[in-house]
């Protein structure tokens, strides 16, 4: 309940923040469709050549964009400009105003920044995934719909703890944008199917940076694709990660001396 009430208050006040520029939500759409435009472009003209790639139909493929787009609102919605805020708090010591706020601090620093616009992200994702569905409705039943809700909680989990890592690393370096731009980069690979790729490719999406956890493997379970021992190993890896994101903040946290100190 705190954390629906928390996320109420941040949301109200980035609602406030962004109606005060709101040709910002027109360029926001613009881009978003020019992305979800390209993205499909290139899907139909893959499809144009083929039946399938590495046993994708085109449906499925078209499942596995619009959980892209879904993930990445979520991430441009509220965790990516929350956490982004972190790291600059970090670098010029207001971190001390979170931390004297009775409320966990890790939670405090996630919800902090909403960008109200970029929910546009995550309603054309959903619009492209249940036309999807639409198609695949034949071949969806409860058991798939219900693995594709657990593999898509974990993913997030999971991508939400990789980016919590990579910025509690402020707490010791100073550049680590440059590292969550190799986040983003290896994000975009996640568009298409990461059985695609080159080995080496597909175990550095699936372990190193597990963003095929995030897109992949939920677009496989509405799919019919999904086997037990991979949600299995989802639902653990999620788990495992946030355990130890969680134990990474709070050795981060003892490291930082405030701009008291």
């Known amino acids: 309940m705190r954390f629906l009430r928390l996320l109420g208050v941040f949301t109200r006040i980035g609602i406030q923040s962004d109606l005060a520029y709101r040709a910002n939500f027109v360029f926001q759409m613009l881009e978003s469709t020019m992305n979800l435009v390209s993205a499909l472009a290139v899907v139909a003209l893959v499809f144009s050549q083929t039946d399938s790639l590495a046993g994708w139909r085109a449906e499925e493929l078209g499942a596995l964009v619009g959980v892209y787009f879904l993930v990445l609102g979520v991430l441009n919605l509220v965790v ?23 409320a966990d601090a890790q939670l405090l620093v996630s919800l902090s920044q909403v960008r109200i616009w970029k929910i546009v992200d995550v309603l054309f994702g959903l619009a492209v995934l249940l036309v999807a569905l639409a ?49 983003w980069n290896l994000y975009w690979a996640a568009r298409w199917p990461v059985g695609i790729y080159p080995g080496w490719l597909r175990w550095t999406l ?5 963003v095929a956890f995030a897109v992949t493997v939920p677009a496989q379970a509405i799919a019919g694709r999904l086997g037990e021992a991979t949600l299995v190993g989802s639902v653990a890896l999620a788990l495992g990660t946030l355990a130890f994101s969680r134990w990474f903040w709070n050795r981060g946290l003892r490291r930082y001396s405030g701009a008291s100190a």
């Open 80 to 102: 990516a400009p929350s956490l982004q805020r972190f790291m600059e708090q970090v670098q010029d010591g207001t971190l001390d105003f979170v931390l004297t706020k009775p």
């Open 135 to 183: 198609r695949l409705s034949a071949e969806v039943g409860a058991g798939e719909a219900a693995a594709f809700g657990l593999a898509l909680v974990t993913g997030a989990s999971i991508v939400y703890s990789l980016w919590l890592f990579l910025s509690t690393l402020a707490f010791w370096f100073i550049r680590v944008e440059n590292i969550l731009m190799i986040f």
């Open 206 to 210: 699936t372990l190193i940076v597990p």
